[in-house]
């Protein structure tokens, strides 16, 4: 049979190869056979997994036995870990990755998965098969899995901040579209790493519609053995966590999350009201300053733009018209623009928002 495939997805430094490896352990300790494959051009995934060691990747050892002309061997590139007290071993990949400011990661990543499936990845005598993925990189590489659904389910692994959160909802939004096309890959959730009970990842859950899988506490004693390439399922209360969710995946009792993730407008609303004003743009006159004020053919450039511009705002419909000129040349806010034509402030946003689109499409198209 077939081994399950699961996607962990996270922001860098959040906890995915923390969570992927002590979920590793623990699904050896129930006696599966597991595989970690971290995807990551830091190839650090299964550092804590093999006591430390860096393992040799895919990239650097297809390129050196490609140089000597010399085909790959799935010795070449997984390697076993014999824990005393587990019932089985743990094997692991490391994929690796351009060393940085030289390549692209994501093509690595691309390039690792071709030679995995050639040495036959998928038809190797494994129960399960975690990968370890980057999740705040948009290259189309490290969505492989989502993409050729590679991965059966996803698990996303988040904190109560902002930006992790954020990283979380685009991965959701991606596997979301790749479904709309064919697309195989389920989000069984989301799993909180360091909770510190603000609550926030769990909101954003609630508005995503996204399972909430785990909360994993903030623990000096977890931090401390993982920084010494320990698992921190050692620690019973944590241990207790992780082989629920273990159990829970293995016997199919989670109902995978058909949420589609947030716009960018919802998501950022989540963390408090936000302004419906646009951004203010900046002159050429500011830019160039006072003492540097633009000549010769700039200078006429933009004199002739500055009259294009005046033709275009002639031409606007007379309410936006005269909201753009209430906030640009009168340097009101939305409150006060609502108040002057007697509507909502988020109203007052969208005229002045369809005022911007409609002089662009003037300006460029004059």
Not at 63 to 79: G, H, P
Not at 258 to 263: F, I, K, V, Y
Not at 317 to 337: C, P
């Amino acid at each position: 049979m077939a081994a399950r495939t699961l996607a962990i997805y996270g922001k860098g430094g959040i906890g995915k190869s923390f969570t992927t490896t002590n979920l590793a352990a623990t699904f050896s300790l129930m006696g599966k056979r597991v595989l970690q494959l971290g995807c990551d051009p830091k190839h650090d995934s299964t550092t804590s997994l093999f006591g430390g060691i860096s393992l040799p990747t895919v990239t650097e050892v297809f390129t050196e036995k490609n140089a000597r002309n010399e085909e790959l061997e799935i010795s070449d590139i997984v390697f076993r870990r014999d824990i005393p007290d587990f019932p089985q071993p743990i094997y692991g990949i490391e994929l690796g990755g351009p060393q940085v400011g030289r390549g692209c990661g994501g093509r690595g990543i691309i390039s690792g998965f071709d030679l995995l499936e050639k040495l036959g990845l998928f038809k190797w005598d494994l129960d399960i098969i975690l990968m370890d993925f980057l999740g705040d990189v948009v290259c189309g590489g490290f969505a492989t899995p989502l993409a050729r659904s590679l991965s059966e389910e996803v698990i996303l692994v988040t904190s109560n901040d902002r930006q992790s959160i954020f990283t979380a909802n685009n991965i959701c939004r991606a596997n979301n579209y790749f479904r709309t096309i064919g697309g195989r890959s389920r989000l069984l959730g989301l799993i909180i790493n360091r909770d510190d009970q603000s609550g926030m990842a769990e909101k954003y859950a609630a508005a995503a519609g996204i399972n909430v899988l785990l909360k994993v506490p903030y623990n000096m004693e977890a931090r401390d053995r993982d920084d010494c390439f320990d698992f921190a399922i050692r620690i019973p209360e944590i241990r207790s966590s992780f082989e629920k969710l273990a159990d829970d995946i293995i016997h199919g009792r989670i109902t995978p999350s058909e949420g589609a993730g947030l716009e960018f407008h919802d998501f950022v609303n989540l963390f408090g009201e936000v302004s419906t004003s646009l951004p203010l743009a900046a002159t050429a006159g500011e830019l160039f300053g006072s003492s540097l004020e633009p000549t010769g053919n700039n200078a006429a450039a933009g004199t002739g733009d500055e009259a294009r511009m005046e033709k275009c705002i002639d031409q606007l419909e007379e309410n936006l018209q005269a909201v753009w000129r209430m906030h640009e040349e009168e340097g009101r806010e939305t409150d006060a623009i609502a108040e002057a034509l007697h509507c909502s402030e988020p109203e007052a946003g969208e005229l002045l928002r369809k005022a911007r689109k409609e002089l662009k499409r003037l300006f460029f198209n004059t």
